[in-house]
């Protein structure tokens, strides 16, 4: 069969309009494998195939950054919807005893930084208690949503200080995801805790947005109050 008749004339013209292959073979069933082994030694489709590879880049760009564009704007939508959520709900529960003491540990020994996680790391259980009563009854989140992790002291017994917690915050050992050996550096006579400290966090950029939203919102209010 002579490649005229088998389309070789035809795939050339398209191809030197400047087709892909896959173009090509949409266009005239002529595999890709096989215009492949036409054109791939040809000076002139190395050319073609390079001002394709450009064209293509330069749309993938264009779409990469208008969806940065979309992701931001979602995101800022969603973050302010939060926020507004959050000043709606701080009249509602600024009068909850609850509701301030959890503000008021977590502006002193929460985590700050970073939007995905409420955390609070303390070696108070009765503190990291308050913390968790919090979570549990303001912000509405499952027990089996919370992970904790310790940091003990090397001189200290592992498992008695992770039963320990385990027991005081009647969490199970399974939601305790990592325990971390401290080497001490206290001096001699210096009095260290006999249980190291306890981390609690849950993962929610939502919870984290509000409870910083809370805070700020409880210091607006009472940073002008005269005593």
Same mark, same amino acid.
Request: aromatic letters at 12%; proline letters at 2%.
């Given at each position: 069969m002579s490649r005229k008749r088998d389309g070789y004339d035809e795939a050339e013209r398209l191809r030197r309009a400047g087709k892909s292959y896959s173009e090509i073979e949409s266009e005239l069933g002529i595999s890709k494998s096989t215009?492949?082994?036409?054109?791939?030694?040809?000076?002139?489709?190395?050319?073609?195939k390079a001002s394709l590879n450009d064209k293509y880049s330069s749309k993938n760009r264009e779409r990469i950054i208008l969806m940065n564009k979309s992701?931001?704007?979602?995101?800022?939508?969603?973050? $302010?919807?939060?926020?507004l959520e959050a000043d #709606?709900?701080?009249?509602?529960m600024k009068h909850n005893p609850l509701f301030i003491a959890g503000l008021m540990i977590y502006w002193g020994e929460g985590e700050k930084y970073g939007t995905g996680r409420i955390a609070i790391i303390n070696t108070?259980?009765?503190?990291?208690k308050i913390m968790i009563n919090f979570i549990l009854s303001i912000f509405k989140i499952p027990k089996n949503k919370i992970r904790a992790g310790l940091f003990i002291y090397e001189d200290l017994d592992v498992i008695s200080v992770? $039963?320990?917690?385990?027991?005081?915050?009647? #969490?199970?050992s399974n939601q305790f995801i990592?325990?971390?050996i401290l080497f001490s550096k206290t001096r001699p006579g210096k009095k260290k805790s006999a249980y190291g400290m306890c981390n609690i966090y849950v993962c929610s950029t939502e919870l984290k947005l509000k409870i910083m939203r809370w805070i700020e919102l409880f210091t607006l209010e009472y940073s002008r109050k005269l005593v």
């Amino acid at each position: 069969m002579s490649r005229k008749r088998d389309g070789y004339d035809e795939a050339e013209r398209l191809r030197r309009a400047g087709k892909s292959y896959s173009e090509i073979e949409s266009e005239l069933g002529i595999s890709k494998s096989t215009l492949s082994g036409w054109f791939t030694n040809k000076s002139w489709s190395v050319s073609v195939k390079a001002s394709l590879n450009d064209k293509y880049s330069s749309k993938n760009r264009e779409r990469i950054i208008l969806m940065n564009k979309s992701r931001a704007l979602k995101k800022i939508e969603r973050d $302010n919807k939060y926020l507004l959520e959050a000043d #709606l709900e701080y009249k509602k529960m600024k009068h909850n005893p609850l509701f301030i003491a959890g503000l008021m540990i977590y502006w002193g020994e929460g985590e700050k930084y970073g939007t995905g996680r409420i955390a609070i790391i303390n070696t108070d259980a009765k503190m990291i208690k308050i913390m968790i009563n919090f979570i549990l009854s303001i912000f509405k989140i499952p027990k089996n949503k919370i992970r904790a992790g310790l940091f003990i002291y090397e001189d200290l017994d592992v498992i008695s200080v992770q $039963n320990y917690w385990t027991k005081v915050l009647d #969490l199970p050992s399974n939601q305790f995801i990592k325990t971390h050996i401290l080497f001490s550096k206290t001096r001699p006579g210096k009095k260290k805790s006999a249980y190291g400290m306890c981390n609690i966090y849950v993962c929610s950029t939502e919870l984290k947005l509000k409870i910083m939203r809370w805070i700020e919102l409880f210091t607006l209010e009472y940073s002008r109050k005269l005593v």
